[in-house]
């Protein structure tokens, strides 16, 4: 079997949406299953998009997410450059050689003979579609013009009959009709190609042999096919992803929820756990597992159980993955991605970073990323604290007043503030005024946290200091 070999092929915009990286990690699982290359392709045609840095910033976040190109514009490859706009004379090249071969033909419309067409399309309802005027032109008119200097396009003959047939791996047979295939532009005027032309050029001389990309491109595909057809190439095998959806069933876009890698992971997300949960974005394994690690994603990826469907993503259980990786990180590794946040919200001068590191250590099971430990955390840093809703109708009981009383009498007791001592407090409570379970524990934690749930008490209790606690003890509701 040839060896296979996918590209990446981003624009160098800035940013990586979540729909871009999980298209970059499924032709990156796609080929590395069968010890294939991933190659990044920057695709820069469009110069007015272009962002400094872009490139640098793209080998970074996929290196984060543990994808390593195996060929780009940093690292090299026998097949470069892998720069589109670095290869503008390929591109001239190949279109004039199309020409020459009957497949393509320049266009001198202008753009007011381009509007008026437009305008007709739309006055009648119909799609715009270039009318083929300039394929009529003789040989003799050709070249006159191109001696005159006009500028010109080129533009790729398309067949008026007949139908055009491939197999997509996702989508299986895609089959259009020919007539609705416009002639498009495959060289601008400035010299610059199209995606629609760049594409196939670049795919063929770079040996991609698997073309996994956004379903947008499905319907232009058998415009690319022809293309291969016409230079006598060998057609890529095509998976087109389904979309990626927001929560409200539109196109995923900043409006909706999407999220660029960077701001994911600036907010304390793992890249391992982002990695994990888009490979489930339109695909799924065999078995119902969700948990995977780059690794066992490889070994286990098959793109023929890639959902036709469109996928949702869904911040719940991004969260829902990357909490089962919080889980797992030791202390240092939690406090590298939550203690930048704490030190942004709150004023942490007065204390030592072990008490620190004890805070966190109690809520790594209560957060699902770095940036939530603000959130959770706000009742060691206030002041007051109060009591509402829920807790306040606990706290209205019979028997809670006499409890927080008798508990207050053990905390003052207390000369060596330890755990030990914390829970031996409780215990005497228990006895003394005799509750349990949820009696003993629930108005406590309310009085001293406000809250009904959070981490074991006696650790709240010791972190947040005697003279905290019994302050929020004597305070009355
Ligand atoms: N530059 C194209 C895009 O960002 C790439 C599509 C492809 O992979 O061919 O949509």
Not at 118 to 139: I, P, Q, T, V, W
Not at 167 to 175: F, M, P, S
Not at 332 to 338: N, P
Not at 392 to 419: L, P, S
């Amino acid at each position: 079997m040839e060896k296979p070999r996918t590209r990446f092929a981003p624009s160098p915009t800035g940013f990586m949406h979540i729909g871009n990286l999980r298209s970059a990690i499924f032709g990156y699982l796609l080929v590395k299953h069968d010890g294939g290359d991933f190659l990044l392709r920057i695709e820069d045609t469009d110069q007015t998009r272009k962002v400094e840095g872009a490139v640098e910033f793209i080998y970074n976040t996929c290196k984060l997410c543990g994808l390593e190109f195996d060929e780009g514009p940093l690292n090299g490859g026998p097949y470069g450059p892998y720069t589109q706009s670095e290869r503008l004379d390929i591109y001239k090249k190949y279109a004039h050689e199309l020409v020459e071969k009957g497949e393509a033909y320049y266009c001198f419309c202008t753009e007011e003979r381009l509007d008026k067409l437009r305008k007709l399309a739309e006055d009648n309802k119909m799609a715009f579609m270039y009318d083929g005027h300039c394929k009529r032109l003789s040989k003799e008119e050709v070249e006159a013009k191109l001696k005159a200097g006009v500028p010109y396009v080129i533009r790729q003959k398309m067949p008026k009959e007949g139908t055009s047939t491939y197999e997509d791996l996702v989508y299986g047979k895609i089959t259009v009709e020919n007539r609705i295939l416009e002639d498009q532009i495959l060289l601008k005027s400035d010299g610059y190609p199209t995606y629609n032309f760049a594409n196939v050029i670049d795919d063929h001389l770079m040996h991609i042999t698997h073309v996994a990309r956004g379903n947008e491109y499905v319907m232009s595909t058998p415009k690319y096919n022809l293309l291969y057809d016409a230079f006598g190439w060998e057609r890529p095998i095509y998976v087109h992803l389904p979309m990626v959806l927001g929560a409200d069933g539109q196109k995923l876009s900043k409006r909706n929820g999407d999220a660029s890698f960077m701001d994911l992971y600036h907010d304390g997300y793992l890249p391992e756990a982002i990695v994990n949960y888009l490979a489930l974005l339109g695909w799924s394994p065999e078995n119902n597992e969700e948990i995977f690690t780059l690794e066992e994603l490889v070994k286990v990826f098959d793109p023929k159980r890639i959902s036709k469907s469109p996928a949702t993503y869904d911040v719940k259980k991004l969260n829902w993955v990357n909490a089962h990786y919080m889980k797992k990180l030791d202390i240092d590794a939690l406090y590298k991605i939550t203690y930048p946040h704490l030190k942004e919200a709150y004023d942490l001068s007065n204390k030592s970073d072990e008490w620190i590191k004890e805070l966190i250590r109690i809520y790594q099971n209560h957060i699902s990323y770095g940036k939530e430990i603000v959130d959770v955390t706000d009742l060691f840093f206030k002041e007051h604290i109060e009591i509402t809703g829920e807790c306040k109708e606990f706290m209205e009981q019979e028997g809670v007043t006499n409890t927080i009383q008798v508990f207050e009498h053990e905390m003052e007791a207390i000369t060596d503030w330890t755990i030990e001592n914390i829970n031996q407090a409780i215990m005497n409570t228990k006895e003394k005024a005799n509750v349990k379970g949820k009696m003993l524990y629930m108005p406590i934690r309310i009085q001293i946290t406000g809250q009904m749930h959070g981490p074991e008490l006696p650790d709240t209790i010791h972190l947040l200091g005697k003279e905290t606690v019994l302050a929020r003890l004597q305070k009355k509701a």
